[in-house]
């Protein structure tokens, strides 16, 4: 496994941790990509084939073993991002719930990651997708919340 794959596996395996791949996830790990070197270079057809690699590492390793693979061709700094990226990925469609947070706790331990350096990063997300109540003279159609 090349690093590049390697990296955008650590984010296929959040999105799919528990078997499922969600219209959201799905999306959410593309846009995670889409705004990333060298992923952001990369035409249609080769996203499309890194999709598919990373779809047939996954039903053939299970996500556990695509994470140990993954790790091993990432260097630290990389790991780092990956972990944020997976943080992000989980984080961003509400709380985490307890299983997800087992995944991030599991994830660091494979990517080498200190728990400060994991929590420093879930941290920021926290802040980021905290829910926010805002009041606005605009006239606008009533929101359901995610």
Same mark, same amino acid.
């Given at each position: ?19 499922? =791949? ?8 593309? !846009? ?6 060298? =992923? @952001? ?22 996500? !556990? ?7 091993? @061709?990432?260097?630290?700094?990389? @790991? ?15 709380? *985490? ?5 087992? *995944? ?23 802040? =980021? !997708? ?17």
């Amino acid at each position: 496994m090349d690093s590049l794959t390697a990296f955008a596996a650590v984010g296929f395996a959040a999105v799919s941790w528990d078997g499922h =791949f969600t219209k959201a996830g799905t999306r959410s790990f593309r !846009h995670a990509l889409d705004y990333r070197e060298p =992923f @952001c270079q990369m035409t249609d057809g080769e996203m499309i084939a890194l999709l598919d690699e990373l779809l047939d590492l996954r039903r053939a390793l299970g996500a !556990h073993e695509m994470m140990l693979q993954a790790a091993k @061709c990432l260097t630290s700094a990389q @790991c780092m991002t990956a972990y944020a990226m997976a943080s992000e990925l989980m984080r961003s469609d509400g709380p *985490f719930e307890p299983e997800e947070r087992r *995944f991030l706790d599991h994830l660091a331990v494979i990517l080498e990651m200190s728990k400060f350096e994991a929590q420093r990063i879930d941290a920021v997300f926290e802040i =980021f !997708h905290s829910r926010l109540t805002l009041s606005s003279t605009l006239e606008l159609n009533p929101v359901v919340p995610c």
